[in-house]
């Protein structure tokens, strides 16, 4: 597809563009501008993770679907002091010999997502949860700073 068409001319569409047509087996082979397989895998990784952030009164909650996976299949992780990266990855099962797919369609492979946290998210009190297919990272506010009172400056009399 032509972006010029369409009046987008943006080099970020025609990244995009590329990136969405790349194969896996091209994704490797280095030209001008392409991005690194590295970097398509990891854009498809957060593209395929879905997750719903909350906003309490004492924390954020992030909320990301995890059918079928045990606790050692999930990371969570702070990265820079105000990143929270959540990844893993979803094996396929080995079938006994005689056994052929007729349809798959669950994913599986690796997944990542990263949210910048708010200045008021305490780093230092992160849970995670994973409870019915559901990982559940609550991730506690630092209480409002105090409010700077006035101080009063005696005056001196020379």
């Known amino acids: 597809m032509d972006f010029r068409v369409m009046g987008l ?10 990136m969405m047509d790349m194969s896996d087996e091209g994704a490797g082979e280095k030209t001008h501008n392409a991005p690194t397989q590295t970097y398509v895998r990891d854009a498809k990784a957060m593209a395929a993770t879905a997750a719903d952030v ?5 924390s954020y909650v992030f909320l990301v679907d995890m059918p079928g996976l045990k606790s050692g299949d999930i990371k969570v ?15 396929r099962k ?51 700073p105090e409010p700077k009172k006035p101080r009063t400056i005696e005056v001196k009399i020379a």
Do not use: W
């Not at 992780?77 to 094996?91: A, C, F, P, T, W």
């Not at 005689?98 to 990263?114: A, I, Q, S, T």
């Open 94 to 144: 080995e079938e006994k010999e005689g056994v052929k797919y007729l349809r798959m369609e669950r994913r599986v492979g690796k997944f990542m997502r990263k949210f910048v946290l708010p200045e008021n998210a305490n780093t230092d009190a992160i849970s995670a949860v994973c409870q019915d297919g559901v990982l559940s990272v609550t991730v506690q506010k630092l209480p409002p």
């Open 77 to 91: 992780q702070v990265e820079d002091d105000n990143v929270l990266l959540i990844s893993g990855e979803r094996k």
């Open 54 to 58: 909350k906003e309490y009164q004492n």
């Open 9 to 18: 001319e943006s080099p970020l569409f025609h990244t995009l563009h590329r």
